[in-house]
Nanobody, 125 residues
Framework: QVHLVESGGGLVQAGGSLRLSCGVS????????MGWFRQAPGKEREFVAA????????VYRDSVKGRFVISRDNAENTGALQMNTLKPEDTAVYYC??????????????????WGQGTQVTVSS
């Protein structure tokens, strides 16, 4: 069983930055793809970014490319999502997720086995 805990959410003005962290315990983190998803009020949860086992391959949704950076530190069992130039439309609950059994990042929720509880990000205009 993999346990994920997000932190770092909060309230920020448009144009500002936040760094989300995901602490991982319970299994060898280096064998799991890590992903970030988000869910805005009244909307379905959507893919944000994902990173392969060794961090060598990343994928982002189009609307965050050039603004968000996903990273991981396997030695520390942590992952992160650096969010820059935030926009009001980035407001959502952000979730980190872990995917076992494949090195390839997935953009589909169903591809992830474990989820954190989420952290709120609010961007004011």
């Amino acid at each position: 069983q993999v346990h994920l805990v997000e932190s770092g959410g909060g309230l920020v003005q448009a144009g500002g930055s936040l760094r989300l962290s995901c602490g991982v315990s319970g299994h060898t983190f280096s064998r799991y793809v890590m992903g970030w998803f988000r869910q805005a009020p009244g909307k379905e949860r959507e893919f944000v970014a994902a990173i392969s086992w060794n961090g060598g391959f990343t994928v982002y949704r189009d609307s965050v490319k050039g603004r968000f950076v996903i990273s991981r530190d396997n030695a520390e069992n942590t992952g992160a999502l650096q969010m820059n130039t935030l926009k009001p439309e980035d407001t959502a609950v952000y979730y980190c997720a872990a995917r076992g059994g494949s090195w390839l990042p997935s953009q589909q929720e169903a591809g992830y086995n474990y989820w954190g509880q989420g952290t709120q990000v609010t961007v004011s205009s």
